[in-house]
């Protein structure tokens, strides 16, 4: 009798050869499951449908848990302005766990002994997978022909031709990963540190030869309306904004960072609506919050960051950083200005209930209120106090 195998399924070259792999050369009844982040459309989702059963898939199964997503990490990224080596807003690796729990509940849910993923041995995504994997299942076998057989792309199409399989193999040598808080995009371009991805590596082409405007309001920390629109739900505000910023190319770039194996990596990415909300609130916390509040989100939020991208989602101190970072945002509320334009956007400012440029007290520059000059010179006089102490003590301190 043949084995059950749930098979983390997206549709690309790597786990297509999987399923075409482990049915024809292993012998297991393969299950596919895709989980959607909100990368995908319902045009989508049926393709990828049909392309397992034409792979030879046993069943498929599509598992919507964008807004389990959002809830419990996006809007967490949100909060902490979380950008990864101030470049990457953590499309992928965050998505990852999140699909990795959702293949192994549907794994658990069939009975199924045995579950795999289309992870190569070189990167990140092998340990998110398993990690989860191991920890709430640790009893299943995980199987992993991608890393096990060591195979390059080519090798993979190779297979996959003379097993009967056609595809659009052009594209297929970009590995094209699509969640609600972005696409990544890989080739042979971002295995070398000096090429840049070419123009027909992104998903989406420039369009829109204008500038417009939009204006983005936030209610504690959540991006709520768009233009004056309001949405039910965090992810349909990030994919109506994600539909108004593609068409200007906005969002690409390439991040370099450490993977969680010790090599550096490179990958681009397409990530619209996830920067412009990032930077537009940013901006809006740099008014609204107190300078200790802010400094000690970067520090938090650094941390939390790291621990997405090192596979830590379900330490139990994620949920403590958490706590904190949404107690924080409960005065960041108003409207943000951005100016769309080519390939790039510009926040051009706020209006805000809780701005703390008050001018009841001054106007930085200008004109102060609720101080004198007397005032300031006897601050300056007790602040300079520690630091007079030690270069008297310490006069060659400066040398």
Same mark, same amino acid.
């Given at each position: 009798?043949?084995?059950?195998?749930?098979?983390?399924?997206?549709?690309?070259?790597?786990?297509?050869?999987?399923?075409?792999?482990?049915?024809?050369?292993?012998?297991?009844?393969?299950?596919?499951?895709?989980a959607?982040?909100?990368?995908?459309?319902?045009?989508?989702?049926?393709?990828?449908?049909?392309?397992?059963?034409?792979? +030879?898939?046993k069943?498929?199964?599509?598992?919507?848990?964008?807004?389990?997503?959002?809830?419990?990490?996006i809007?967490?990224?949100?909060?902490?302005?979380?950008?990864?080596?101030?470049?990457?807003?953590?499309?992928?690796?965050?998505?990852?766990v999140?699909?990795?729990?959702?293949?192994?509940?549907?794994?658990?849910?069939?009975?199924?002994?045995?579950?795999?993923?289309?992870?190569?041995?070189?990167?990140?995504?092998?340990?998110?997978?398993?990690?989860?994997?191991?920890?709430?299942?640790?009893g299943? *076998?995980?199987?992993?022909?991608?890393?096990?057989?060591?195979?390059? =792309?080519?090798?993979?199409?190779?297979?996959?031709?003379?097993?009967?399989?056609?595809?659009?193999?052009?594209?297929? *040598?970009?590995?094209?990963?699509? +969640?609600?808080?972005?696409?990544?995009? +890989?080739?042979?371009?971002?295995?070398?540190?000096?090429?840049?991805?070419?123009?027909?590596?992104?998903?989406?082409?420039?369009?829109?030869?204008d500038?417009?405007?939009?204006?983005?309001?936030?209610?504690?920390?959540?991006?709520?309306?768009?233009?004056g629109?309001?949405?039910?739900?965090?992810?349909?505000?990030? *994919?109506?904004?994600?539909?108004?910023?593609?068409?200007?190319?906005?969002?690409?770039?390439?991040?370099?960072?450490?993977?969680?194996?010790?090599?550096?990596?490179?990958?681009?990415?397409?990530?619209?609506?996830?920067?412009?909300?990032?930077?537009?609130?940013?901006?809006?916390?740099?008014?609204?919050?107190?300078?200790? *509040?802010?400094?000690?989100?970067?520090?938090?939020?650094?941390?939390?960051?790291?621990?997405?991208?090192?596979?830590?989602?379900?330490?139990?101190?994620?949920?403590? $950083?958490?706590?904190?970072?949404?107690s924080?945002q409960?005065t960041?509320?108003?409207?943000?200005?951005?100016?769309?334009?080519?390939?790039?956007?510009?926040l051009?400012?706020?209006?805000?209930?809780?701005?703390? $440029?008050?001018?009841?007290?001054?106007?930085?520059?200008?004109?102060?209120?609720?101080?004198?000059?007397?005032?300031?010179?006897?601050?300056?006089?007790i602040l300079?106090?520690?630091l007079?102490?030690y270069?008297?003590?310490?006069?060659?301190? =400066?040398?």
């Open positions: 009798m043949r084995e059950k195998l749930v098979l983390a399924f997206s549709g690309g070259l790597d786990t297509s050869f999987c399923v075409k792999y482990l049915t024809e050369e292993k012998g297991f009844d393969v299950y596919t499951a895709i959607n982040t909100g990368g995908f459309t319902d045009a989508d989702l049926a393709r990828i449908e049909e392309k397992a059963y034409r792979l +030879g898939a069943e498929h199964v599509s598992v919507d848990i964008t807004e389990e997503y959002y809830n419990k990490c809007r967490y990224m949100v909060y902490g302005n979380v950008l990864r080596n101030n470049t990457y807003p953590i499309s992928v690796s965050s998505e990852r999140f699909q990795a729990i959702a293949t192994i509940e549907y794994a658990r849910k069939i009975g199924a002994r045995y579950v795999a993923h289309g992870s190569t041995g070189a990167g990140n995504d092998q340990v998110r997978f398993d990690l989860t994997f191991q920890v709430l299942s640790p299943i *076998q995980i199987i992993t022909p991608i890393r096990d057989l060591a195979l390059s =792309r080519e090798q993979e199409i190779d297979y996959l031709r003379k097993h009967g399989v056609e595809d659009d193999f052009i594209k297929m *040598q970009y590995s094209i990963n699509q +969640g609600l808080w972005g696409t990544s995009i +890989g080739g042979k371009e971002t295995l070398t540190s000096d090429k840049p991805l070419p123009e027909s590596a992104y998903p989406t082409q420039l369009s829109a030869e500038s417009r405007e939009v204006e983005l309001l936030f209610e504690k920390g959540e991006l709520k309306a768009i233009d629109k309001r949405y039910e739900s965090g992810p349909a505000a990030i *994919q109506a904004l994600e539909a108004i910023a593609l068409p200007f190319a906005i969002g690409r770039d390439i991040h370099v960072g450490d993977t969680i194996i010790g090599i550096k990596g490179r990958v681009g990415f397409e990530a619209a609506a996830p920067l412009m909300i990032i930077k537009a609130h940013h901006l809006l916390e740099k008014h609204t919050l107190s300078k200790w *509040q802010l400094y000690w989100k970067d520090q938090i939020a650094n941390w939390y960051g790291m621990f997405l991208h090192e596979a830590l989602y379900l330490d139990p101190v994620m949920r403590n $950083m958490e706590t904190f970072l949404e924080t409960t960041v509320n108003g409207k943000v200005f951005v100016a769309l334009k080519p390939y790039r956007f510009e051009m400012g706020v209006d805000s209930p809780n701005d703390l $440029m008050s001018s009841v007290f001054g106007k930085y520059g200008e004109e102060s209120k609720a101080w004198t000059g007397e005032d300031v010179k006897g601050f300056t006089a300079g106090n520690a007079k102490i270069h008297t003590v310490n006069p060659d301190a =400066r040398d």
